[in-house]
């Protein structure tokens, strides 16, 4: 079954009112807390090799441990996409649109220089 961001956003809403947390759950604190979540994946690959990483997803505890910091990281942009009141899907398909005219494909496939460097 797969969900919905709609979906998913209510199952974090209702975790987070069912322990009366948006008392806590400002804008900056959401901000803050989605940062230090995104630093918790990244310190999964500190210190360790490219393969290395590339084979957490490969074993249980691994993945489990990703799969884990993956999800706090989404818990937190939901949060803040329902406190800014921002559709995140419709900012994607608005942020691809935008992306596409600084990278189009003639000019930036397969490379990995920066739109102003193009």
Not at 27 to 38: G, I, P, R, T
Not at 48 to 64: F, I, N, Q
Not at 70 to 80: S, W
Not at 81 to 93: N, P, Q, T
Request: proline residues 3%.
């Amino acid at each position: 079954m797969a969900d919905t961001l709609s979906d998913l956003s209510r199952a974090v809403l209702d975790f987070r009112d069912e322990r009366d947390w948006s008392q806590f759950h400002g804008l900056k604190h959401l901000m803050v807390s989605l940062c230090l979540e995104a630093g918790e994946v990244l310190e999964l690959a500190q210190w360790k090799s490219d393969a290395e990483v590339d084979a957490l997803p490969h074993s249980p505890e691994g993945r489990e441990a990703l799969s884990d910091e993956c999800a706090d990281v989404l818990a937190y942009l939901l949060l803040i996409a329902e406190k800014a009141r921002i559709d995140l899907g419709a900012a994607l398909h608005h942020k691809l649109a935008k992306n596409a005219r600084k990278y189009p494909v003639e000019k930036s496939h397969g490379r990995r220089e920066k739109y102003s460097q193009l």
